[in-house]
């Protein structure tokens, strides 16, 4: 039963971070993509605070999915999963509860990671890639997955 369990909360978490992912590409266009981002998907990544680490299994596995769909980029696929994946780690195992933190390390994460490999696809400097990345990281973890996440910590009571 508790594989079970995994494999559904991995299997959710790929689907809605998927699904959002394609959505705002979909709607907003290079909003999701390129050298300056916000991916409002990305607010899912402090949850495995919660859900632990079946949820950030997921969000990489749903990254993989929509980056795939949008750009067909391997470095993409492997490196944007990857950051999902130490994201959620990180916020499943050592942000010992604390919603912030949680938030901090999934955006640290993300910047680092995906900050990195930005300048190899885009003809942008590595600073550049930084700031860009940690601003919509910002935007998206702090404004909206913050509080989603302290709503669900105060649900789960």
């Not at 699904?19 to 916000?38: F, K, S």
């Not at 409002?40 to 495995?48: C, I, Y």
């Not at 769909?69 to 492997?78: K, R």
């Amino acid at each position: 039963m508790k594989n079970a369990k995994a494999i559904t909360t991995a299997s959710i978490y790929a689907a809605l971070y998927a699904t959002i992912t394609i959505a705002e590409t979909i709607i907003g266009g290079t909003l999701a993509y390129g050298p300056v981002q916000v991916r409002v998907s990305d607010a899912l990544l402090p949850l495995p605070m919660i859900h632990g680490i079946p949820a950030a299994i997921g969000l990489a596995i749903g990254c993989a999915v929509a980056n795939a769909y949008a750009t067909g980029n391997i470095i993409d696929m492997v490196f944007g999963s990857i950051a999902n994946l130490v994201a959620g780690v990180l916020a499943a195992k050592i942000s010992k509860g604390k919603p912030i933190l949680a938030c901090t390390y999934s955006v640290v994460a993300v910047t680092l990671i995906v900050g990195s490999y930005l300048p190899l696809l885009f003809p942008i400097p590595l600073w550049l890639s930084y700031t860009s990345i940690l601003i919509g990281e910002s935007i998206a973890i702090y404004l909206i997955g913050y509080p989603l996440l302290r709503i669900l910590v105060k649900m789960r009571g």
